[in-house]
Nanobody
Framework: QVRLVESGGGLVQAGDSARLSCAASGRTLSSYAVGWFRQAPGKEREFVAAISRNGGSTYYADSVRGRFTISRDNAKNTVYLQMNSLKPDDTAVYYC?????????????????????WGQGTQVTVSS
């Protein structure tokens, strides 16, 4: 079983950048596809980005494509979410999630129920 811990959230200004990290322990993260999700108050948890096990494929929600970049360093057992040009609408708790039984080069896992393990989340607040 893999354990995930997010970090890097906080309060930023609109237009600023931030980088979230998702550190894994317990098992090697290279065994999992990893996704980022977010949940704003009163809203459902939504898909943000995903990366394949080998890091060769990525997929983004339309709302963040071109602004956010997901990457992974399997040697460090960590996945990152670089967020640029942040907007107040990006305010949410951000969660990383890991999926077992994924194809090495596939990142097209966008549903919450496609992931097996979740972190506790990190708050990102973007002020206008």
């Amino acid at each position: 079983q893999v354990r995930l811990v997010e970090s890097g959230g906080g309060l930023v200004q609109a237009g600023d950048s931030a980088r979230l990290s998702c550190a894994a322990s317990g098992r090697t993260l290279s065994s999992y596809a990893v996704g980022w999700f977010r949940q704003a108050p009163g809203k459902e948890r939504e898909f943000v980005a995903a990366i394949s096990r080998n890091g060769g494929s990525t997929y983004y929600a339309d709302s963040v494509r071109g602004r956010f970049t997901i990457s992974r360093d399997n040697a460090k057992n960590t996945v990152y979410l670089q967020m640029n040009s942040l907007k107040p609408d990006d305010t949410a708790v951000y969660y990383c999630a890991a999926r077992s039984n994924s194809y090495s080069g596939s990142a097209y896992y966008t549903g919450r129920y496609e992931y097996d393990y979740w972190g506790q989340g990190t708050q990102v607040t973007v002020s206008s």
